[in-house]
Each structure stands twice: as structure tokens, then as C-alpha cells.
T-cell receptor
Framework: AQKITQTQPGMFVQEKEAVTLDCTYD???????LFWYKQPSSGEMIFLIY??????QNATEGRYSLNFQKARKSANLVISASQLGDSAMYFC????????????FGTGTRLTVIP | ETGVTQTPRHLVMGMTNKKSLKCEQH?????MYWYKQSAKKPLELMFV???????ENNSVPSRFSPECPNSSHLFLHLHTLQPEDSALYLC??????????????FGNGTRLTVT
């Protein structure tokens, strides 16, 4: 079964606007971690933000915030005030107790910021 | 140098060649990973080394052979590859912990083309 689902192959956003990238996950473990990565055309995977399953508050890192809805098993990434440099692939990932050695990735969403 | 460094950035090899990919991390991490990224597929974990001991091998064909001589270096030895092995190969490192909150830090990847 797919552990991470990203249903948006591509998204467009106007510069300076906010955008939400969707991610749902599947696990029966009570303890898990959720991650978002950015992959520019250069290929490097850049870690953006982390949310733990027991965290009470939604994670925030600068212009990135994670909308964590545990009951719905969703962990959407919100990027505020989009910049041209935000154009890239974005991957949601999860690590749980079952696959403790592995970080399960979704298929990604390609974000294009329009000037 | 900081972060995770992979060499070479690009590699073209014939099916009868033998080549090696190199990864080096300067983050003081104790776990290193090889991932394969093919078009339109989630990242696939190939190998995990923790404290220089291989802890996971996800049914990867024997034509891929990893080597981890110390906690800072990781190699992927390639021989008699197939065209379907053409992909971006990403190395990553992290701190091993039970809380699942350690992000993986990735290198820029090696773009491999098998002809």
C-alpha cells in the first residue's frame, strides 16, 4: 500500500501568493515523523520542515508551515509569499516505526511560480 | 566542505563497464543511505548503513554493490548494468534515533545513463 500520497502532479501559483501542497499518509504506528523536501532542477533534495506525530502545534519554518490534521492523516505544506525561487519539485515523506530505517516518499508535486 | 557531496555528478556507462559512485558526508552523522530516483516514481531506498554496518538491503540486484568503509564515506559499485538502471542516484545521511525526527540530508545526486 502507498504510504504517502501526493495527488497534485503540478501546481501553479502567482508570485507573492500562498500555495498549499497536499499530502496524505498511511500508517498504523502511533509514533511517526513527517517531512517535506524541495528538489530544484539541480537535483539536490533540500529538507524544509518536520512534524512529529505527537506534536501539538503545527510546524513552521520561515515561509513554510505544515497543516497537520492527524485524524485525516494529512500533512499539507503551505508556502506563503511565493517567490520565483520556490519553483521546484516538492516531496512529502514519512518515517514510522515499521520502516524505521526508511523514509517513504510520495511522487512529488511540481510547483511553478508565475511572475 | 560541508553537507553531503556526491561524485561524479553525471556518468554515462556501457552495460559491460564497471564504475563506482562516491558519497562523503561532513555532518557527523552515523547513518548513510543510497536512494534511486526514476522518473514519475517515488524515491526507492536501496541500502542503509548504520555505524558502518549494512542494516537494510531492499532486494536490490547484485549488480549494485555498496561499500561503507567508515561513517563519512559511502560507495556504490556498479557492474553489468541494464538500461533500466538509468536514474538519479541520491546519497543521504542522518543521525539514527528512535524518535523518527532526524531528517535525511541529501547530496546533489549522480545522474546515471546506461547505454
Amino acid at each position: 500500500a502507498q504510504k504517502i500520497t501526493q495527488t497534485q502532479p503540478g501546481m501553479f501559483v502567482q508570485e507573492k501568493e500562498a500555495v498549499t501542497l497536499d499530502c496524505t499518509y498511511d500508517t498504523s504506528d502511533p509514533s511517526y515523523g513527517l517531512f517535506w523536501y524541495k528538489q530544484p532542477s539541480s537535483g539536490e533534495m533540500i529538507f524544509l520542515i518536520y512534524q512529529g506525530s505527537y506534536d501539538q502545534q503545527n510546524a513552521t519554518e520561515g515561509r513554510y508551515s505544515l497543516n497537520f490534521q492527524k485524524a485525516r492523516k494529512s500533512a499539507n505544506l503551505v508556502i506563503s509569499a511565493s517567490q520565483l525561487g520556490d519553483s521546484a519539485m516538492y516531496f512529502c515523506a514519512m518515517r514510522d516505526q515499521t520502516g524505521a530505517n526508511n523514509l517513504f516518499f510520495g511522487t512529488g508535486t511540481r510547483l511553478t511560480v508565475i511572475p | 566542505e560541508t553537507g553531503v557531496t556526491q561524485t561524479p555528478r553525471h556518468l554515462v556507462m556501457g552495460m559491460t563497464n564497471k564504475k563506482s559512485l562516491k558519497c562523503e558526508q561532513h555532518l557527523g552523522h552515523n547513518a548513510m543511505y543510497w536512494y534511486k530516483q526514476s522518473a514519475k516514481k517515488p524515491l526507492e531506498l536501496m541500502f542503509v548503513y548504520s555505524l558502518e554496518e549494512r542494516v537494510e538491503n531492499n532486494s536490490v540486484p547484485s549488480r549494485f554493490s555498496p561499500e561503507c568503509p567508515n561513517s563519512s564515506h559511502l560507495f556504490l559499485h556498479l557492474h553489468t548494468l541494464q538500461p533500466e538502471d538509468s536514474a538519479l542516484y541520491l546519497c543521504a545521511s542522518s543521525t539514527r534515533d528512535r524518535a523518527h525526527n532526524s531528517p535525511l540530508h541529501f547530496g546533489n545526486g549522480t545522474r546515471l545513463t546506461v547505454t
